[in-house]
């Protein structure tokens, strides 16, 4: 039986944070799938597409990763997947009360065994969220060690740098 489990999100733009919970989960099962959440009513940094090719690059070096995109609820992408784990990653307490409350409504969403999975982020990367990160180079500085160095290098050329 193949152990699937899913981590999902925007991704925009995916942080060092992001591809620490990506490399610890994905040890944890046999395979894990990093979907791209579609939001049609968010406009993001990174376009859609950019976004899915970015998230390939940066989790290349790992096996058992596959990057899928989904639109719609959340749980109906976990249904008809069959996942047995939905991965979250936690950086603080303000983290926990929001994921705590989405587990709860997918718990009563979910149709299968599939289980919510928490991840305490690497304490390194606790403070970074992809808002500070557009946020901080928005202003012109470095984001280089909180990103792939391969995103840091899309960041410098959506601004030109």
Request: glycine share 8%.
């Given at each position: 039986?193949?152990?699937?489990?899913?981590y999902a999100?925007?991704?925009?733009?995916?942080?060092n944070?992001?591809?620490?919970?990506?490399?610890?989960?994905?040890?944890?099962?046999d395979s894990l799938?990093?979907?791209?959440?579609?939001?049609?009513?968010?406009?993001?940094?990174?376009?859609?597409?950019?976004r899915?090719?970015?998230?390939?690059?940066?989790?290349?070096?790992?096996?058992?990763?596959?990057?899928?995109?989904f639109?719609?609820l959340?749980?109906?992408?976990?249904?008809?997947?069959?996942?047995?784990?939905?991965?979250?990653?936690?950086r603080?307490?303000?983290?926990?009360?929001?994921?705590l409350q989405?587990?709860?409504?997918?718990?009563?969403?979910?149709t299968?065994?599939t289980?919510?999975i928490?991840?305490?982020?690497d304490?390194?990367?606790?403070?970074?969220?992809?808002?500070?990160?557009?946020?901080?180079?928005?202003?012109?500085?470095?984001?280089?060690?909180?990103?792939?160095q391969?995103?840091?290098?899309?960041?410098?050329?959506?601004y030109?740098?």
């Amino acid at each position: 039986m193949d152990r699937k489990a899913l981590y999902a999100g925007s991704f925009d733009p995916v942080t060092n944070g992001h591809l620490n919970i990506i490399e610890r989960a994905a040890k944890m099962y046999d395979s894990l799938t990093v979907a791209i959440a579609v939001n049609p009513h968010k406009t993001g940094f990174f376009t859609f597409e950019e976004r899915v090719e970015i998230v390939r690059e940066v989790t290349g070096h790992i096996p058992n990763v596959k990057v899928d995109t989904f639109s719609g609820l959340l749980a109906d992408y976990v249904n008809e997947n069959g996942f047995i784990a939905y991965v979250r990653g936690l950086r603080a307490t303000t983290d926990f009360e929001n994921e705590l409350q989405m587990a709860q409504m997918n718990a009563r969403l979910f149709t299968g065994e599939t289980e919510t999975i928490f991840l305490m982020t690497d304490p390194k990367y606790s403070f970074i969220s992809s808002s500070l990160i557009k946020e901080v180079a928005s202003f012109g500085g470095s984001v280089d060690g909180l990103v792939p160095q391969y995103v840091s290098e899309r960041i410098k050329e959506k601004y030109g740098k």
